[in-house]
């Protein structure tokens, strides 16, 4: 079956700019996951939401970052007024219960 | 709260010589705990996991872990390296709700 899809695949914005990045899930899974991988910090988690519950932000690294989730599926992370220390891969991942992630490819994020 | 470290880096073997990656976990509760891998400009990809199960356990392409709480170790191996195990290799461990923290990453190099 299908896996975790993202878009776009690769962005280049100007700092100060707006961007979305967009997840697609699993048919079927109830959690899905933001992480974010960069030269200077690794992977590292940035939210989650389960199901109807209300979402753990607790890794967003800003209130710049914010993210939702429609109808339980489809999410997009957003980003307010790009910093170059925003440059990174956001990956997304999703499961439908236990531990196993799965990811999608990655959106490429480059701020000029 | 939960961590892994990875001991190395940068690994570089031969090809068909064993392969060993180090990992040690600190978990203060019986952790899940995963190999995962990522091939240039792909996403992550799950080899294994441990999820207090069998203490050896076995994953995809001949790679195998085995969990140590003496020694809070889940170091990787596989017996013979191929060229295409090139890649970079995450030792993550699950955190509450499931939020995956990951080592540092070691790069595996093949050398002809």
């Known amino acids: 079956g299908a896996g975790v899809s993202q878009s776009p695949s690769n962005k280049v914005t100007e700092k100060g700019k707006d961007v979305e990045l967009r997840c697609d899930p699993i048919s079927g899974h109830t959690a899905l996951y933001w992480y974010r991988q960069s030269l200077g910090q690794g992977l590292e988690f940035l939210i989650y939401f389960q199901g109807n519950s209300a979402p753990d932000k607790s890794g967003l690294p800003s209130d710049r970052f914010s993210a939702e989730r429609t109808g339980g599926s489809v999410s997009t992370l957003t980003i307010q007024r790009t910093q170059q220390e925003d440059s990174a891969v956001y990956l997304c991942?999703?499961?439908?219960?236990?531990?196993?992630?799965?990811f999608g490819p990655g959106t490429r994020l480059t701020v000029l | 709260a939960q961590s892994v470290t990875q001991l190395d880096s940068h690994v570089s073997v031969s090809e068909g010589t064993p392969v060993l990656l180090r990992c040690n976990y600190s978990?203060?509760?019986?952790?899940?705990l995963f190999w995962y891998v990522q091939h240039p400009n792909k996403g992550l990809q799950l080899l294994l996991k441990y999820t207090s199960a069998a203490t050896l356990v076995k994953g995809i392409n001949g790679f195998e872990a085995e969990f140590k709480k003496s020694e809070t170790s889940f170091h990787l191996t596989k017996p013979s390296a191929h060229m295409s195990d090139a890649a970079e290799y995450f030792c993550v461990v699950s955190a509450r709700a499931q939020k995956l923290v990951f080592g540092q990453g070691t790069r595996l190099t093949i050398n002809p």
């Open positions: 978990s203060s509760y019986s952790p899940s």
């Open positions: 991942a999703s499961t439908y219960s236990g531990d196993t992630q799965y």
